[in-house]
T-cell receptor, first 109, second 115 residues
Framework: KNEVEQSPQNLTAQEGEFITINCSYS?????LHWLQQHPGGGIVSLFM???GKKKHGRLIATINIQEKHSSLHITASHPRDSAVYIC???????????FGPGTRLSVLP | GAVVSQHPSWVICKSGTSVKIECRSL??????MFWYRQFPKQSLMLMAT?????????EQGVEKDKFLINHASLTLSTLTVTSAHPEDSSFYIC???????????FGPGTRLLVL
């Protein structure tokens, strides 16, 4: 079993829909990151979380440390949000990322 | 956020040749750089971690003599794929991290095709 799981694997939405992507992990972590990989391959770091909730524009990320679960929400989705969203955790300070398998999101106009 | 560049973005080479990929941190000092490989529709796989001025630490299963990594300065790391084979065709991504900060800044990636 992978240490970091994501659901769904693939998601297709209509423009304007509210989107939720889930990440669950089975190890202790020092931080959890949400990454966005564009169709061309470039990766952008969206959030780093160790507790609570963060918001940036239309994106909201939450984490529940006790339940070992994080969610990424996109409000008022847009076709330009189409990308692969990757959850990655660090098991300890200075340790390498452990990546989830990614969620492929397509937002249709 | 901080910017990391990679060069080249695309490379096609013949089997048996060597290919060098550069990774530069443009506006910060990357004390640690990471090299990843990604096959189509798969997640990132860490190949090696390099700290400036030190030998790289390779992940299990990654041949250090085939994938030569140099991190000679705080802003530049290079990955050389030696004697490339078609199975080395992949998307190679580097990232940089400054000091003890948690965030990694990713380069745009280099797509390698070995014929």
């Amino acid at each position: 079993k992978n240490e970091v799981e994501q659901s769904p694997q693939n998601l297709t939405a209509q423009e304007g829909e509210f989107i939720t992507i889930n990440c669950s992990y089975s190890v202790g972590i020092s931080a959890l990151h949400w990454l966005q990989q564009h169709p061309g391959g470039g990766i952008v770091s969206l959030f780093m979380l160790s507790s609570g909730k963060k918001k940036h524009g239309r994106l909201i990320a939450t984490i529940n440390i006790q339940e070992k679960h994080s969610s990424l929400h996109i409000t008022a989705s847009h076709p330009r949000d189409s990308a692969v969203y990757i959850c990655a955790v660090r098991k300890g300070y200075g340790q390498n990322f452990v990546f989830g398998p990614g969620t492929r999101l397509s937002v249709l106009p | 956020g901080a910017v990391v560049s990679q060069h080249p973005s695309w490379v096609i080479c013949k089997s048996g040749t060597s290919v060098k990929i550069e990774c530069r941190s443009l506006d910060f000092q990357a004390t640690t750089m990471f090299w990843y490989r990604q096959f189509p529709k798969q997640s990132l796989m860490l190949m090696a971690t390099s700290n400036e001025g030190s030998k790289a630490t390779y992940e299990q299963g990654v041949e250090k003599d085939k994938f030569l990594i140099n991190h000679a300065s705080l802003t530049l790391s290079t990955l050389t794929v030696t004697s490339a084979h078609p199975e080395d065709s992949s998307f190679y991504i580097c990232s940089g991290q400054s000091g003890g900060l948690e965030t990694q800044y990713f380069g745009p990636g280099t797509r390698l095709l070995v014929l």
